[in-house]
């Protein structure tokens, strides 16, 4: 029977859809380094998210290992040469939680703009300040949007849907598509210039790091 090791927390409803496939799953969030490569030989199957390091000394314990699946997004915690030199696959799931990333920066912006984690906390200490939480209103102002992937672009229809005006830095976006989205397409310097807010969507990379 094949074997996945869950090694992060995830769902329940993880580990079901595994078992109802006959797939034979142990669910082991938390361990160690050393404890993974200790036991990641016994499975075929790996599904991560975020918080295991799967390191090449990993890898090559893993004799076994045929794919590393990464419930969302990034999967620079995987070192991808290692894997794909021993013909392990490395898949993630872009699209699985976009809107979720999109709404949840949405929320962040207008949490800056309106003060409000600083007015929560005045209020909890009984005070009232209203004068000094007014914070500004977002409608009209410029959003610089840094990635316009899979979560930038839903990042900028949110944002154009609040009357914003959206500039977006992606050396990959085609001007056909920035038309497409509502957007002017600007190198980094002048987005910096021209943003009232920023927001980054890119996947960590030896380009993308230290870009601000």
């Given at each position: 029977?094949?074997?996945?090791?869950?090694?992060?927390?995830?769902?329940?409803?993880?580990?079901?859809?595994?078992?109802a496939?006959?797939?034979?799953v142990?669910?082991k969030?938390?361990?160690?380094?050393d404890?993974l490569i200790?036991?990641?030989?016994?499975?075929?199957?790996?599904?991560?998210?975020?918080?295991?390091?799967?390191v090449?000394?990993v890898?090559?314990?893993?004799?076994?290992?045929?794919?590393?699946?990464?419930?969302g997004?990034?999967?620079?915690?995987?070192?991808?040469?290692?894997?794909?030199?021993?013909?392990i696959?490395?898949?993630?799931?872009?699209?699985?939680?976009?809107?979720?990333t999109?709404?949840?920066?949405?929320?962040?912006?207008?949490?800056?703009?309106?003060?409000?984690?600083?007015?929560?906390?005045s209020?909890?200490?009984?005070?009232?300040?209203?004068s000094?939480?007014?914070?500004?209103?977002?409608?009209?102002?410029?959003?610089?949007?840094?990635?316009?992937?899979?979560?930038?672009?839903?990042?900028?229809?949110?944002?154009?849907?609040?009357?914003?005006r959206?500039?977006?830095?992606?050396?990959?976006?085609?001007?056909?598509?920035?038309?497409?989205?509502g957007?002017?397409?600007?190198?980094?310097?002048?987005?910096?210039k021209?943003?009232?807010?920023?927001?980054?969507h890119?996947?960590?990379?030896?380009?993308?790091?230290d870009?601000?």
């Amino acid at each position: 029977m094949v074997k996945v090791l869950i090694s992060d927390k995830m769902s329940p409803r993880a580990a079901e859809v595994f078992r109802a496939r006959g797939i034979d799953v142990d669910e082991k969030p938390g361990m160690s380094a050393d404890e993974l490569i200790a036991c990641i030989g016994d499975y075929e199957g790996l599904a991560i998210r975020s918080a295991t390091k799967v390191v090449a000394e990993v890898i090559a314990a893993a004799d076994n290992l045929k794919v590393i699946g990464r419930a969302g997004i990034g999967v620079d915690n995987v070192d991808i040469p290692a894997a794909t030199a021993r013909g392990i696959a490395v898949m993630n799931t872009p699209f699985g939680n976009s809107i979720t990333t999109a709404e949840h920066a949405i929320a962040m912006m207008m949490a800056l703009a309106r003060d409000i984690p600083a007015a929560d906390r005045s209020t909890q200490n009984g005070k009232w300040e209203k004068s000094r939480f007014m914070g500004v209103e977002i409608t009209g102002k410029t959003l610089g949007v840094i990635g316009c992937g899979n979560i930038g672009s839903r990042v900028v229809e949110r944002a154009l849907g609040l009357k914003m005006r959206v500039v977006v830095y992606d050396p990959y976006l085609t001007p056909d598509r920035a038309a497409d989205l509502g957007v002017e397409k600007l190198d980094l310097p002048d987005l910096l210039k021209r943003a009232d807010l920023i927001t980054l969507h890119t996947p960590l990379t030896d380009v993308t790091r230290d870009l601000l």
